[in-house]
């Protein structure tokens, strides 16, 4: 942002209200919420980010031409079909530093965010308020992101926070949801608005699984739209970091916290987390409407590019069955049909790889397929014991990814029986 010599600033409005048309000279200051004095019930509610959400960020971090005028990729068709297929009430929350200063006159301002209001009309998508803090970071006022002084009205229970999105791409959007008390779904690594458009119109997918016996207490949290954040604490280092795997290949967020009889063996801690993350992922899949189903690790790299939500414009690419590691060429195939079976191809010399005994390899991974009631296939070759294993749960982190993509135009069960 350009800086700002105080000397020339003047007091303006904090937050105005950018519905309609007018010049920008004949703006004034309205209440921030139509309609929002009179206690009426909004439901839920998208309160999303404009620059570097709707329209992409300059590196000046100004709007202020049409030269830099260029929305986001995806958003003009995401922000449609929820329009389209939903009753969330679109609110537009931003902070534009120094609006109506010298630094950054009302003039430069208007003409590309009145555009971007008329493009998106255009195409169904109208919002239902518009909310935009004027202030300078150095201002701190309470109504500047992640303040919510400018949201108010949606504070004093008119609207259901506890099943309302904050959408942004800075972490202030993410303080913001927390200072709401809604979620938070922020653009970047492995979130972009066609997997906003699945969570948004069909539901996060996630669960929670406390598991405690004699021999183990065990939590895991799981969220199948996530992008690989992963808190792994086994007792077992190797473990961790093959659970890590998951979590990281599958772009699934994952909690793991287990406290095991190691003083014994490693047995009941490898089995019983495996039975509570086969539950988790079990759970998380709900009815399994719209998820493709099956999944086999993909080859040459092309996982990367597969999909969370399945649309006509981003179907899954062909690939093989293969996953390499070095020396080491491992195989995973599943199918999330409902039945536990598992077919284990795979050799191992060595008695332990890390503190982990490589006997326990394929128990853990017949255990797995038990609670989360799916084939699982696995094949590996190759020399390296630790190259070997790994390659196997990168794999399997693969299938799972390609298995649970879900397809918002076609919300039905993947099954000729009707039931899964």
Known sequence: ???????????????TRGVGGGSSTSRQPLPSLTGGAGGGSFGSCLFIDRDGTILQEPADEQIDSFEKFHFVPGV?????????????????????????????PEAYFWPTHNLMLEIL????VTFDDILIDRSF????????????????????????????????????????????GCKALILGDDMDWEK??????????????????????????????????????????FFDHMLEQIAKHGSIDLDIRVRGDLHVDEHHTIEDTALALGEALLKALGDKR????????????SADALPTTVTAESLVPSATYTLPMDDCLCSVALDFGGRPWLVWDAEFHRERVGEMPTEMFLHFFKSLSDAARMNLNIKAEGQNEHHKIEGIFKALARAIRMAVCRDIHHMQLPSSKGVL
Request: one cysteine or more; proline letters at 3%; charged letters at 20%.
């Open 137 to 180: 970071p150095e201002d701190n006022l309470p109504t500047r992101k992640p303040g919510t002084a400018m949201l108010t009205a949606y504070t004093n229970g008119a609207c259901d926070l506890s099943r309302s999105y904050v959408i942004g791409d800075r972490h202030t959007d993410a303080q913001l949801a927390t200072n709401l």
């Open 1 to 15: 942002m350009n800086s700002n010599d105080n000397t020339s600033r003047q007091p303006l409005p904090s937050l």
């Open 76 to 104: 003009i068709s995401a922000l449609r079909f929820i329009r389209q297929h939903t009753d969330y009430r679109f609110v537009m929350v931003s902070n534009q530093d120094g609006l109506g200063t010298d630094s950054y």
């Open 290 to 301: 719209g998820i493709e189903r099956y999944g086999f690790s993909a080859g040459s790299g």
């Open 196 to 237: 906003i458009t699945g969570i948004v119109y069909a539901g996060q997918r996630t669960a929670t699984v406390k598991r405690t016996t004699r021999e183990t207490d065990i939590d895991i949290t799981l969220n199948l739209d996530g992008t690989g954040k992963n808190t792994i604490s086994t007792g077992l280092g």
């Open 121 to 124: 009309a255009g195409e169904g």
